[in-house]
């Protein structure tokens, strides 16, 4: 039995920190003040991605369908491997198309104390004559643990309330408040999309480590199905801080696709859901395996007459 605990959470005031997610680092540090220390040394931490508190769809993968209000608010149940990613992508292309989606998909900005700091919330003004003058949209954080010791999870609510992130923590920014919570168990999700897949993509979900100055860190290069585009892949250094201590981190940038070359892709999605390589436990090395659809004939068509198939 291999468990993970969903946890969202909703920020009640603007963070100041990491403008892309919360990192696993941050959320463990966070957990380290509420959870006695033979506990937190067994837990491992997602990175945390921003989510609008908005009406969706679900996508065409996932388990259930349909349009729900307030989809990014909460924690839809989760029954097959796809339905893990719902909120993962930052892109959030769940969002109705008939809404402002760029607007909605961004954090509005704020200085606060001289640093710039995303709001907690994004209120937009609506035509005059409408029955509300403004809509406001409230900011979650989706993330999720697991755990050496299968029995550290899960955490109580008690231990994931009033939870702080990012900088300026002492004047209040980054606080948060327990939305939802849930325990999936991995082996028991469908993974027939990748059972009757021939092909396969590999996204990278959240960076993966190539180099790092923490000592005895960088311990794994990256797969060996993804080595000969390693020259291909976008890098981006990163930082991480332990003990008061900032170590640089050299990685594969997250939102990239690579071609998927090995022969166990059930057994790499597992592995991908609780990560691989260097710093793993705070949140690094998160990847999604996606089957590769068939083309439709009349895609085909289009590629011979020279058109562009979306």
Known sequence: MTRIQQVHWELEMDY?????????????????????????????????????????????????????????????????????????????????????RDALNTHDIRPQSGHPALSHETIMGKPE?????????KWYINAYLHADDPDALPLGEDVLEGLQFGGKRNYGYGITRLKDTQVVDLDDLDYSRLEDGETFLVEVTTPFVLES???????????????????????REEKILEQREVYKL???????????????????????????????????GELRVKPVEPQ??????????GEIAE
């Open 16 to 100: 100041i920190g990491h403008p892309y997610y919360v990192s696993g680092n941050a959320i463990l540090h966070a957990l380290g003040q509420h959870v006695p220390h033979d506990i937190h040394q067994h837990l491992h931490a997602s990175h945390a991605v921003f989510v609008p508190g908005q009406f969706g769809t679900f996508p065409e993968e996932h388990s259930q369908s349909g349009i729900r209000p307030y989809l990014g608010s909460g924690l839809p149940d989760v029954e097959s491997y796809d339905d893990l990613f719902l909120m993962r992508n930052p892109a959030h292309r769940w969002l109705l198309d008939s809404r402002p």
């Open 129 to 137: 004559g409408a029955r509300k003058q403004q809509q406001t949209t």
């Open 213 to 235: 100055e923490y000592p005895k860190a960088a311990d794994q290069d990256v797969p060996w199905w993804w080595k000969e585009s390693r020259r291909d892949l976008r890098e």
């Open 250 to 284: 050299q990685t594969v940038d997250h939102g990239q696709v690579v071609k998927y070359g090995g022969d166990r892709p059930i057994e790499t999605a597992k592995s991908g859901i609780l990560r691989v390589g260097s710093h793993s436990k705070y949140g690094f």
């Open 296 to 305: 439709s004939d009349q895609c085909k068509n289009s590629e011979k007459n």
